[in-house]
Nanobody, 123 residues
Framework: QVQLVESGGDLVQTGGSLTLSCVAS????????MGWFRQAPGKEREFVAA????????HYSDSVKGRFTISRDNTKNTVSLQMNSLKPEDTAVYYC????????????????WGQGTQVTVSS
């Protein structure tokens, strides 16, 4: 079992920056791949970014590539998502997820999920 708790969601203006954090507990954190997904009202859950267990490889959706950066600190059981140049279309609930597959944007491949944190980008 892996328990995930996200934090850092907030209201921010277009062009602003925000960092989301996800703290994991339970099973050995360093052995799982981590991902971030998001879901806007009325839309399907969308892949954002993923990072391999060691942190040496990352994978991004085209919509956030070059603006978002995923990173992890296995000594602190934490994965972060640095979000820059935010746009109104980035508004969503952001979820942290853990799984055994990398790279994958398929949410069904992630076994554990956090409760989500709201990010709102005002225009």
């Amino acid at each position: 079992q892996v328990q995930l708790v996200e934090s850092g969601g907030d209201l921010v203006q277009t062009g602003g920056s925000l960092t989301l954090s996800c703290v994991a507990s339970g099973r050995t954190f360093s052995s799982v791949a981590m991902g971030w997904f998001r879901q806007a009202p009325g839309k399907e859950r969308e892949f954002v970014a993923a990072i391999i267990w060691s942190g040496v490889s990352t994978h991004y959706s085209d919509s956030v590539k070059g603006r978002f950066t995923i990173s992890r600190d296995n000594t602190k059981n934490t994965v972060s998502l640095q979000m820059n140049s935010l746009k109104p279309e980035d508004t969503a609930v952001y979820y942290c997820a853990a799984g055994n597959f990398f790279p994958t944007s398929d949410y069904a491949k992630y076994r554990y999920w956090g409760q989500g944190t709201q990010v709102t980008v005002s225009s």
